[in-house]
């Protein structure tokens, strides 16, 4: 779980933006220049559409469908609850020791007119997790529930969630074609419709996703993040109730409205090492804003989510910082859950389409939840929100010194040029990178460093930036200043690396150590003033 940032997803909400254009003051990375027309939308060896492709033209979004979608079960694909091969074992006491077919147990519990009472869901979710049902205490669901008005309880427990339950048993239709596992090492994008995900997110509401909820290292799916929503459900936390009502806020228009649109997932990775001392990139354009937030202020460009290795961090958990808060707002960004194994060092998630559903305020313990938010992005040929959002995950430093070492130098940067730069589908278009303060906070990342490492690695992908620097004018400047001397100079990425690299040897202490960005300036003009 990442935390960098204090107000807001990049920056504090509501305040007018303060522009700070280091080249120019042209625009840049708005959505509407970016191109809306991609070409023709078909299946490759590394693209897996879920979907007809054939209607998308005319606006039908069709599931794809394949004979026998129940007897699919392996270790490359998602795991479905409709599948003949999910068994349980009865727990009902006149049935004890029978083998059931799992998903006949979840139609018969979510197949209601009605849930009467928080105690009464959480007793129907535990008819087909008989494992855990007295591991599970549900409490932060129950709490959530029962201190709500009674008429918001009756409409969620009578009429809402019904509805969801009813879209989580639509499974067997609307998702037939296998779903594939994005694996670590795996080049590959997957395309599914909104109500697709949707459909997934309420079994994963609902808890029905077989052989997902083991906690131990060594279970078969250790090594992707948590899908089914158990976890959320047991925390008494406030946050709990502040993420509930996110969630909620998404069922409800997705059941009221179901979107009629595509989203793509890419699981990204480098084909090649960068040799970065040898790099003749100059630094590109940067604007800097001490306010405003990635996703309001950062519309039509690649958006930065400051990830967990297990993308989502702990948006199913106690988590509520930026990553966390992307997910909630865009919970469709949750489906990535079920199939992103842990991504690798040199590895990226690149998700376009993802709808926003909510609007929010504060920042971790002072997030509250504001209302929903209607999301009016356009939309591509391929019936896409025009929203790109980028997860790359920072290394967290025990020692904050480590981060200055070519090893994890060379790391972070290779991290955020794939970020900027590696695609399944090749990009048409190279917008702006929206960022901020990526692998700081509570990561102990130096903010200085990592902005530079952003700058250098976007110039290596020939991306112009917008950074938010959290309120922060001390942080606006200095980065404003290095970047101000880099271009005048005529800087390489190459000559910055090898002087980050001769910053490493220096031997500096904590106390001890000298600015970053002084160190370079001195160098780079001492250099200079030898010719």
């Given at each position: 779980m990442s935390s960098e940032g204090r107000r807001g997803l990049c920056g504090e909400r509501g305040a007018e933006m303060e522009w700070t254009c280091c080249v120019d003051g042209r625009e840049f990375g708005n959505s509407e220049h970016r191109p809306v027309t991609e070409p023709a939308l078909r299946p490759t060896g590394d693209h897996s559409i879920l979907v007809e492709v054939d209607g998308l033209p005319s606006g039908m979004i069709v599931p794809f469908s394949v004979p026998a979608p129940e007897k699919v079960w392996n270790s490359a694909q998602v795991k479905m609850p409709?599948?003949?091969?999910?068994?349980?074992?009865?727990?009902?006491?006149?049935?004890?020791?029978?083998?059931?077919?799992?998903?006949?147990?979840?139609?018969?519990?979510?197949?209601?007119?009605?849930?009467?009472?928080?105690?009464?869901?959480?007793?129907?979710?535990?008819?087909?997790?008989?494992?855990?049902?007295?591991?599970?205490?549900?409490?932060?669901?129950?709490?959530?529930?029962?201190?709500?008005?009674?008429?918001?309880?009756?409409?969620?427990?009578?009429?809402?969630l019904p509805q969801v339950a009813q879209l989580a048993l639509r499974a067997p239709h609307l998702c037939q074609k296998p779903v594939p596992l994005l694996k670590e090492g795996m080049k590959h994008a997957l395309t599914l419709s909104q109500e697709q995900c949707a459909c997934l997110l309420a079994n994963a509401f609902f808890c029905t996703f077989p052989h997902r909820n083991s906690p131990l290292p060594h279970s078969e799916f250790s090594s992707f993040p948590t899908i089914n929503f158990s976890r959320l459900f047991e925390s008494t936390s406030p946050r709990t109730s502040e993420k509930l009502e996110a969630i909620f806020c998404y069922f409800k228009s997705v059941v009221e409205h179901m979107p009629k649109g595509l989203i793509t997932f890419q699981r990204c990775g480098l084909s090649h090492s960068i040799d970065w001392e040898r790099s003749p990139c100059k630094v590109t354009q940067l604007h800097l804003s001490s306010v405003g937030t990635i996703e309001d202020q950062g519309r039509g460009m690649l958006q930065v989510d400051f990830a967990a290795a297990l993308v989502g961090g702990g948006v199913l958990g106690q988590g509520l910082v930026q990553e966390e808060i992307r997910f909630l707002i865009n919970p469709e960004l949750i489906v990535a859950r079920l199939f992103t194994e842990r991504l690798a060092d040199t590895e990226c998630l690149l998700v376009t389409g993802a709808q926003r559903y909510s609007d929010y305020t504060g920042f971790s313990d002072t997030f509250r939840w504001a209302g929903a938010h209607v999301d009016a992005t356009p939309r591509d040929s391929w019936l896409r929100r025009c929203t790109e959002i980028v997860a790359i995950d920072a290394v967290k430093f025990d020692n904050p010194l480590d981060q200055y070492r070519p090893h994890y130098l060379q790391r972070e940067l290779a991290k955020a040029f794939c970020g900027f730069s590696c695609r399944v589908i090749p990009d048409r278009h190279r917008t702006t990178v929206a960022t901020g303060n990526w692998g700081c906070g509570a990561f102990k990342g130096d903010v200085k460093l990592k902005a530079l490492i952003q700058i250098m690695a976007a110039a290596q992908a020939h991306r112009d930036v917008m950074y938010f620097t959290f309120g922060s004018p001390d942080t606006l400047r200095d980065i404003r200043t290095m970047h101000r001397f880099l271009k005048e100079k005529n800087v390489t990425v190459g000559h910055v690396y090898s002087l980050l690299e001769k910053y490493s040897r220096m031997g500096f202490t904590r106390s001890t150590q000298q600015d970053l960005y002084e160190f370079i300036q001195s160098k780079i003009l001492c250099l200079r003033g030898r010719y």
């Open positions: 409709f599948s003949a091969s999910s068994k349980q074992t009865a727990a009902i006491p006149e049935q004890r020791g029978e083998v059931q077919d799992r998903w006949d147990v979840i139609r018969e519990a979510l197949n209601r007119t009605h849930f009467t009472t928080a105690k009464d869901l959480e007793s129907a979710i535990k008819l087909y997790n008989p494992k855990y049902s007295n591991v599970w205490r549900f409490e932060g669901l129950c709490r959530h529930l029962d201190q709500m008005q009674p008429a918001d309880q009756r409409y969620i427990l009578g009429e809402l």
